[in-house]
């Protein structure tokens, strides 16, 4: 089977936690490397997700180094979601300035 990485790069604006991974992350960017493999029996091109990666800074001494760590992609997107609801404003919120005694 014919393998292939993907890389792209997802940004976090809040501190975050991901499944699989000890303690709260920093915001900021992340790079994130999905591994697939080309699925040879099909009359066209098919591919099937073998691992996703994420990359984190180094803790202490080693804040130059990077840790991979594999994680669920489902697991990346709730903390996606969990990030962009952060930066949403409450339900009901319309910016209106309250109103005064009449």
Avoid: C, W
């Avoid at 999905?34 to 202490?60: A, H, K, N």
């Avoid at 962009?84 to 309250?98: D, I, K, M, V």
């Amino acid at each position: 089977m014919t393998p292939r990485s993907r890389s792209k790069s997802v940004v976090f604006s809040h501190p975050f936690e991901l499944k699989g991974v000890d303690g709260i992350l920093p915001a900021g960017d992340y790079r994130v490397v999905t591994d697939e493999e080309l699925i040879e029996q099909l009359s066209f091109p098919v591919y099937r997700r073998i691992s996703t990666m994420i990359f984190l800074p180094g803790e202490g001494r080693q804040a130059s180094s990077l840790e991979m760590v594999t994680i669920d992609p489902r697991d990346l997107e709730a903390a996606q979601d969990r990030d962009s609801a952060t930066n949403q404003p409450p339900a009901g919120n319309t910016n209106r300035p309250a109103k005064g005694p009449s």
